[in-house]
């Protein structure tokens, strides 16, 4: 009923930056959390970025000072600014929400498709 989409990974030199986008559509009355994690090969997914609804937000401390994580309530749109890339950024880049299909509803989890990122020159 939720689709994630992500756009705006690629390949890139170390020191460049990426801007990634996650829309949702659907069944989308609100969205509480949002957030970024990442997975790179022969490792677990990890949380890069979280935001909530009211904009406070939490950053790994692997990527803080470099990523920036922010959100368009409006467009149902998260989006993560990355800046100073490096070759250990390298993974596929999942959206995940918090989606509410109605007001009062329970929450229900979704994730995106997966955007890579590949940080190498």
């Known amino acids: 009923q939720v689709q994630l989409v992500e756009s705006g990974g690629g390949s890139v030199q170390p020191g460049g930056s990426l801007r990634l986008s996650c829309a949702a559509s659907?069944?989308?009355?609100?969205?509480?959390?949002m957030a970024w994690y990442r997975q790179a090969p022969g490792k677990q997914r990890e949380l890069v970025a979280r935001?909530?609804?009211?904009?406070?937000?939490n950053v790994a401390d692997s990527v803080k000072g470099r990523f920036t994580i922010s959100r368009d309530n409006a467009k149902n749109t998260v989006y993560l600014q990355q800046n100073s890339l490096k070759p250990e950024d390298t993974a596929v880049y999942y959206c995940n929400a918090d989606v509410a299909y109605y007001r009062g509803s329970y929450l229900h989890n979704y994730w995106g498709q997966g955007t890579q990122v590949t940080v190498s020159s």
């Open positions: 935001i909530t609804s009211g904009g406070s937000t």
């Open positions: 659907g069944s989308v009355f609100s969205i509480d959390a």
